[in-house]
């Protein structure tokens, strides 16, 4: 029986589609091409002498280099660790120590954050960009290594987002990404000859899993390396670009200066939007440009994807985070006893399926914690609706108990959403005295807003029950997030 390897899917693409564009980057790209490419940069390793199971780390925005490393790392089962290049120097020293990778590779850009760490460290480098790499695998064979690796061997590690506390890796399979794809490709409308926007960042698996749906599919990547609103809406037009992934700040920036510009998109069948909750009224916004927005629930420990909302599904589960993937299952249960709970009763979400991660890199406790009989504890709240339907209402430790009551955040927040002179807002629990946690608001205004702290406490009050409502509230000029666009919370609460 053959086994499964996620870089011989480059082999079989270059195979089956050898002329097909699948690359737009620095330069355009066929998979025959890449597969070449792919094939010369595993001879360079391989004459490295670094060897299956070893780690490499990359420092690379969205760019051809990147695509080609990971696969030629694929084929020869090296584990690939993306680092989020947003952060800082003693953050991305903090992963380099904790992966231990044979060798780091990293765009030209990212030389002087290398520089910065590199006293502390003594590991082997490697400088891409402006076409190096072709330089550097000059010469190299291009037939493809001989495959060892496969199914359920890690090759890939990626650190989660550190919401609450150091970033973890998470050691990600062959199978999971297979499964990832698949599971995407067949709930959603993602089809052969797509033309992808790939803007969501690498580093995040958002951004990383669509790079196997569309070698999957045979669509082509547009490799875009830093979001920019305007010369995305550009590219759209000039790429033909019929979908893509992104977060919900990206469709807002994107929304925002849409009105000033020419570009066409008529060629934007839909765009797929998640790590956080896409607020109704931005889906609605999209809808009547005549562009589908699809909402995404995602977690990195899944290798992407849980659920999709899509308009297809039902215009009154516009607010759901929709069905569960092919090959994957969801169930509520009680976080207290692990025992499933009733349609519409809010618990623990739990997820089981070929897309459920190994583990967390040496870190055996954080692993455990987060199985329970083969499934994934998500550490997020929700609940199934009788039509099957998954709604995420709050992160476990970020639901409040005050007086033995439970509030979800999610749920005060909500009231703050619709006022014309608040932009966002973040709800946590401040410790107290008498009643454990109450909870405390902040809220970012429109500029030059005279709204009060009374006033958005009346709002409240007009909307909530007495225990619920803000106690606190601090205007701050931000909130705090991570890579993703994620909120942290857990500095809110510092």
Not at 79 to 86: G, L, Q
Request: one cysteine or more; hydrophobic letters at 40%.
């Amino acid at each position: 029986m053959k086994h499964m390897n996620i870089g011989e899917m480059m082999t079989n693409r270059a195979y089956l589609t050898p002329d097909m564009e699948g690359y737009v980057g620095g330069k355009r790209y066929t998979f025959k091409h890449m597969n070449q490419r792919v094939n010369q940069f595993a001879a360079y390793l391989t004459n490295r002498n670094i060897k299956k199971g070893e780690r490499i780390a990359l420092l690379c925005k969205n760019n051809e280099d990147f695509i080609t490393v990971f696969f030629a790392a694929a084929k020869l089962g090296i584990i690939t660790v993306p680092i989020n290049w947003r952060l800082q120097a003693k953050e991305v020293k903090y992963i380099i120590e904790d992966c231990e990778p044979t060798l780091i590779i990293h765009d030209e850009v990212f030389t002087s954050l290398i520089e910065e760490i590199g006293q502390s460290i003594s590991i082997d480098l490697l400088e891409v960009g402006n076409h190096s790499l072709d330089e550097v695998i000059n010469g190299f064979p291009s037939n493809g290594p001989i495959i060892e690796t496969a199914d359920d061997e890690q090759i890939l590690m990626v650190y989660t987002s550190g919401t609450t506390g150091k970033p973890k890796g998470a050691i990600i399979t062959h199978t999971n990404l297979l499964a990832a794809s698949i599971g995407m490709s067949n709930v959603i409308d993602w089809w052969s000859g797509d033309r992808f926007l790939s803007v969501a960042p690498f580093f995040h698996i958002g951004g990383f899993a669509p790079i196997i749906t569309n070698l999957h599919t045979g669509s082509t990547s547009i490799l875009v390396e830093d979001f920019d609103p305007v010369q995305a809406w550009r590219i759209i037009e000039e790429e033909k670009v019929t979908t893509m992934m992104t977060v919900p700040v990206m469709l807002q920036y994107m929304l925002k200066v849409l009105g000033k510009l020419n570009y066409k998109y008529d060629s934007l069948r839909n765009i797929t939007c998640g790590a956080s909750l896409v607020p109704v009224d931005l889906i609605e916004s999209y809808d009547e440009i005549g562009i589908k927005v699809q909402q995404v629930y995602g977690i990195t420990e899944y290798t992407g994807a849980v659920s999709f909302w899509k308009e297809s599904m039902g215009k009154d589960k516009i607010d759901s985070m929709g069905k569960v993937v092919f090959h994957g299952d969801i169930k509520i249960i009680n976080p207290n006893t692990n025992e499933e709970l009733p349609a519409n009763e809010i618990g623990e979400i739990m997820c089981s399926g070929p897309q459920v991660f190994k583990g967390y890199w040496k870190n055996k406790v954080e692993t455990n914690a987060v199985f329970y009989e083969g499934n994934y504890l998500t550490g997020d709240l929700g609940k199934i609706d009788s039509d099957g339907f998954l709604y995420v209402i709050d992160r476990l430790k970020d639901m409040i108990i005050s007086g033995g009551e439970n509030i979800y955040s999610t749920e005060v927040e909500a009231v703050f959403d619709d006022h014309p002179d608040i932009v966002e807002v973040a709800v946590i629990g401040k410790p107290d005295q008498k009643w454990g946690e109450v909870p405390k608001a902040f809220i970012v205004k429109k500029e030059n807003s005279g709204l009060t702290k009374e006033e958005a406490m009346q709002l409240c009050r007009d909307h909530l029950a007495p225990y619920k409502c803000v106690k606190e509230i601090d205007f701050i000029d931000e909130l705090p997030r991570n890579a993703s666009g994620k909120i942290l919370k857990n500095i809110l609460k510092k």
